[in-house]
């Protein structure tokens, strides 16, 4: 047998995940961040791990915290990704900003990590072990950490029109489809989990309705059906009450509607945010079961991050920055798509853990 053969390339990128997690501090004003000592390499770090095959990113960045801290992350924003060396192959870790939803003081020690600190943000710069980690404190700082989402759901693979004799109101999501509504349900867990009791409305639509309901049923919410979102009676103004609701409220909220109105509520949501224009991020179509991410901050847009689950994950990040002018980063990433793994099914267990 040719063992060598089997080995990866030694150019193979190796593709991980962490969070720059943060939480108020007992004992005073300033948050705290997380970071992990490793015992193998006796350094302090962010957490963070490779993803498995087949994993989206944001998820692999919610289990590697888990699994190395204890703690129960929700998603927010995307941060910088840093890439390094490993045994002569290259490494990229693609990081997010992140509270915490619950924590298992029992998690650690673990056969990776033997402590955790949380700190200041000036203690863990002088604390952090590498100078890569330090870039991404710097990103995660120069934001609000304490966003709320609002997501925008394009509706998974119907079947086809011309395949479809009944009405297209209950023209149902084909085999593809159904696979991709169930891949969707961990993922928007990952930033709107049952924790933050977010509301998921959707288009009458059977094909949006469908798109939702494994992700609404992972978290315990209700599907709310609205006529309004549909094709054929799009009401902008009532659209865009819904959203503005949304946004005023301060509650995490799922959107599914269609590739044709989808437009129409992001420019609601943008103009209940005080945004003029749209973002370059967030400026291209979505394709079937991609949506965007909007997360704001006392009533103005922080981050807007697009996600894609049609080929492979990827996604591409524009944020505010001072007097509302934009810097766009595109990333194209990451993981091939996945339908119905173990490991997505495994993940949500935490994934909804309420605090």
């Not at 963070?48 to 289990?63: F, H, I, M, V, Y």
């Not at 759901?153 to 479809?164: C, M």
């Not at 943008?270 to 009533?299: C, E, I, Q, S, Y």
Request: aromatic share 6%; with cysteine.
């Amino acid at each position: 047998m040719n063992t060598v053969a089997s080995k990866p390339p030694a150019s193979k990128l190796i593709k991980a995940a962490g969070a720059v997690v943060t939480r108020s501090a007992p004992d005073g004003p300033d948050p705290q961040v997380l970071l992990v000592h490793r015992v193998k390499y006796d350094d302090w770090s962010l957490p963070k791990g490779k993803r498995e095959p087949g994993e989206p990113l944001p998820l692999s960045a919610t289990r590697e915290v888990f699994e190395e801290a204890g703690v129960r992350p929700i998603l927010g924003r995307r941060l910088v990704s840093v890439r390094y060396q490993v045994s002569g192959r290259p490494k990229r870790v693609h990081y997010w900003s992140a509270r915490v939803a619950g924590t298992d003081a029992a998690a650690v020690p673990n056969s990776e990590v033997d402590q955790v600190a949380w700190l200041t943000l000036a203690q863990a710069r002088e604390r952090a072990s590498y100078v890569r980690d330090l870039s991404v404190l710097d990103d995660f700082a120069r934001l609000p950490a304490g966003t709320v989402p609002l997501i925008l759901l394009r509706h998974a693979k119907a079947v086809d029109k011309s395949g479809w004799e009944g009405e297209d109101i209950v023209r149902p999501l084909d085999d593809g489809g159904r696979a991709d509504a169930k891949a969707l349900a961990p993922l928007l867990a990952c930033f709107a989990p049952a924790a933050l009791a977010p509301r998921v409305i959707s288009s009458a639509a059977q094909r949006c309705t469908e798109s939702v309901r494994p992700y609404a049923e992972l978290i315990g919410a209700k599907v709310q059906p609205e006529t309004s979102l549909e094709t054929s009676r799009t009401d902008a103004a009532v659209s865009a009450t819904l959203v503005a609701g949304a946004v005023a409220a301060g509650q995490p909220t799922v959107f599914c509607a269609h590739r044709e109105n989808l437009p129409l509520l992001l420019a609601a949501a943008l103009d209940a945010l005080g945004v003029r224009d749209v973002p370059a991020g967030v400026r291209d179509p979505l394709h079937t079961a991609g949506f965007w991410v909007l997360h704001a901050a006392g009533g103005e847009l922080v981050a807007a991050d697009a996600y894609d689950l049609s080929d492979g994950l990827g996604s591409a990040t524009c944020r505010a920055a001072a007097r509302r002018s934009w810097r766009l980063r595109s990333r194209r990433a990451i993981s091939p798509a996945s339908s119905t793994t173990a490991t997505m099914i495994t993940y949500s267990a935490y994934l909804v853990t309420p605090l």
